[in-house]
């Protein structure tokens, strides 16, 4: 009976090692990024936000509910833009069966287009709650942008996201917010885990669609799901946003944790599309990334932004000192937030430009 656990045990071990855990790609692990320095206004900014997230873990914590907690979680989610002022019009879509919002505002062209994946971990998020992500796409790129309203876990799969990614990016290719209509630009973007979903794009599209992105970016994006990079461990304490439950997962053996994500997202961890580290990184779009040096994600965008390159990928990588996770949104209209979204905006005036 214990010689049968062993062999069961090793079995299992060697799975988790050969074909769950993906690649070791430490080799790409070299600083590689811009690296900007923080300011005055970050640190009461955080301070605010980082407050407001206290509350809503305690809530969840008094909820003692799987359930409960987790509709709590969404509804902050579904709240981060509720105090956005615009006159930017949103408007529900269906898009090759995906639910989807268009933020379209007056004069906008409708030919330059942005897809947009929201973050969440792919357990919470929505268009509404990335509604300022979205207005603030389309002031500066003067397009028009559709948010997608993924399918997410625990309810779907994993592929789930993945596939109405994919249906989306192939409809927007050809229907604007009017209708039926040819692309002439295409941004994809995302934060978080919509970050991930947007550079699984970038990669895919070369051979799933008619057309790949003019330009790509990624805010605080996740790569690999099999969680192997440096920083996963590294800054634990220091990523006040997701040190608490990706912090978690990071003190358990990679065997073992390669096992539970098989079994929490239904699909390979290592899988290219679940982790767009472990895809084809040549002849990508133009890629603008971002994340801050405090973040358990920084390792595997390093190592993302390190293996295009050497694949002959253009890729800019820019860091911010001291912010939190996806920063670009928490705090919004603040200090470093508002330097990173102009370096977006250089970014995309440059690189739809150089398309032309």
Known sequence: MLLTIIVVLAVLYFIATLYLSGPDLSMYDTPAA???????ADEEATKGFLSTIREVRQSVKDGKSLKKGMRTIRKFADELSD???????????????????????????????????????????SPKGH?????KLAKLTNGVVLSVDYRMLPEHKRGASIEDSQQAYRWILKNGPEGPSEVEKLVVAGDSAGGNLALMLSAWSKQGADKKPDAVV??????DMTLSSPTIVKHRRSDKILGEGLGLLSKIPSPIRAWIGLASMRINPANPLASPLFQDLSNL???????????M???EANRYVNKARVSGSN????????QIHDWHLFNMGQGSAEEAWSEVNIFLKDTLQATT
């Open 218 to 223: 990624a805010f605080s994006p996740s790569t």
């Open 297 to 299: 994600l920084l390792g």
């Open 131 to 135: 509604r300022k992500f979205c207005d």
């Open 34 to 40: 811009e690296v900007f320095e923080s300011h005055d």
């Open 315 to 322: 890729i800019k990588f820019q860091i911010w000192k001291n």
């Open 83 to 125: 105090d956005l002022e615009t006159d930017t019009l949103f408007h529900e879509v269906n898009a090759n069966g995906v639910r989807c919002e268009w933020a379209v505002r007056e004069g906008s062209n409708h030919q330059k287009r942005i897809l947009f994946l929201h973050g969440g971990a792919f357990l919470f998020g």
């Open 285 to 295: 779009a133009p890629t603008l990334i971002h994340a801050s040096t405090n973040e």
